[in-house]
Structure formats: C-alpha cells, structure tokens
C-alpha cells in the first residue's frame, strides 16, 4: 500500500451530523501531544496537512482526511487529556470522540496513539476498554521511537502490550521525526482494507 494524495476535507463539530463518504475510515485517537499531527504528517507525507502542537483550534474538531482520491479517509480525533482547556470543554470531548466512534458508519478500525516512553494514562485505558468493550478493531501505535534505544523500544512495546491486553504484533513503534516505522503501519493499512466491508 502506498500514500499517493492526501487532502483535508472536513471538520466535525460537536452534534454536527457525521458526514459519510462512503470508504473505509480509520480513526487516530490519543492524548493532545502524543503525536496524532505529525503522525498523520508523516504518513501521507505533508508538511502541514494536520495542523502540529502549537494550534489547538482545529484539533479540537474530528477531522476528515481523504486519502488516495478516496480509498480511504483518515479521521484525526480531537486530542483528550489537555490540562490547560476548561472543564466545559473537557466535558464536550468525551461526546464527541464517542458519538463518532458509535455513530460513523464507515470506521473500519482504531489506531490509538501512546507515547513509548510512558505506561497508557487513566484516560487512554479508558478509551482501549470502550474500543473493547464495543468490540473495535484497533492497533498501537508507539509514538516517539526517536527518544529510545533499539532495545528499550523492544521492552517499551512489550510493556505497552501487556497494559493494554492485545499482542506485541499489534504495537508499532514510529518516529515522525526519523521517519521510521511507516512501512509496517502501511502494510496494516492494506490487511485493514482487505477486510473491510466493501458495501459501506
Ligand atoms: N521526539 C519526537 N517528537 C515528536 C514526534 N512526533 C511529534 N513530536 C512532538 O510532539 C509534540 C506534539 O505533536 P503533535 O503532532 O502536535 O501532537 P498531537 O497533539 O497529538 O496532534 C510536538 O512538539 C511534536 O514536535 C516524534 O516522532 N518524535
Ligand atoms: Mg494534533
């Protein structure tokens, strides 16, 4: 599987109507900072396409990206676990990231994105035992490889599976910034696609 386009097609609000585009759709969920940006950034290689750290507004909406003229989208969910916005605005994420987890017809599969180097926080485990719970495919992907060894990336991996309760082989470490481990996430694409249903 490979790339080619990749462009930005729609902001979801909170009870805004979940748009449909009819392809398989594959959500980037995790805590603000861990990543989901430049991961996005890296995958379709863009420099700007999702929007990095240092702009909040749009990271707060669920974001539609079409890839390859509409093979599949990439939807960016808003970030959760910013300590700095209120608790009004917290309370709005919840609803959101769940209402389109529950709602969107086309979602196929979850990557939900942690940090290497930290053990998943209260409110990542909150949201892998709801994608367990509701019986949702999703993968791991371990952001940040760049900040450890090649061994300690092993250990890190193993540790991070076992506190999630999924297999090794569904945790890939990557690098944004060293651009490594995009092959291996590129091949779980295609296995993703080959297996979603294809009247969506
Ligand atoms: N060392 C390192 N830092 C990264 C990597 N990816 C993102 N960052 C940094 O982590 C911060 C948050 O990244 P961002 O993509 O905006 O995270 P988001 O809030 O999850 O969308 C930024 O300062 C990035 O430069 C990576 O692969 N390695
Ligand atoms: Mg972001």
């Known amino acids: 599987m490979e790339i080619k386009n990749a462009r930005f097609v729609q902001s979801l609000s909170n009870g805004g109507e979940i748009p449909s585009f009819g392809a398989p759709e594959i959500a980037i969920a995790g805590k603000s900072n861990v990543g989901k940006s430049s991961f996005i950034n890296f995958m379709t ?41 209120s608790k009004e605005e917290k309370s709005k994420w919840g609803p959101m990231i769940e209402g389109y987890l529950h709602n969107g ?9 942690l940090d ?33 060894s090649k061994m300690q990336q092993k250990k890190a991996l193993q540790n991070i599976a076992t506190k999630v309760g999924i297999g090794v082989d569904n945790v890939y470490a990557i690098s944004s910034y060293e651009k490594t481990g995009k092959e291996a996430i590129l091949d779980r694409i295609a296995q993703i696609l080959e297996n979603a249903p294809q009247v969506l």
Not at 51 to 63: F, H, W, Y
Not at 105 to 113: A, G, P, Q
Not at 123 to 145: C, G, P, R, W
């Open 116 to 148: 290497i180097r930290h053990d998943p926080t209260r409110e990542d485990m909150q949201l892998i035992n709801y994608l367990f719970h509701y019986n949702f495919q999703f993968s791991v992907i371990a952001t940040k490889a760049d900040k450890l």
């Open 45 to 85: 290689n863009r420099n700007k396409l999702a929007r990095t750290s240092a702009d909040p507004g749009r990271t707060r909406l669920v974001n539609f990206f079409e890839i390859n003229n509409g093979e599949f989208f990439l939807v960016d969910l808003p970030g959760y676990g910013y300590a700095k916005v």
């Open 105 to 113: 017809k086309n979602l196929v599969h979850v990557f939900v994105l």
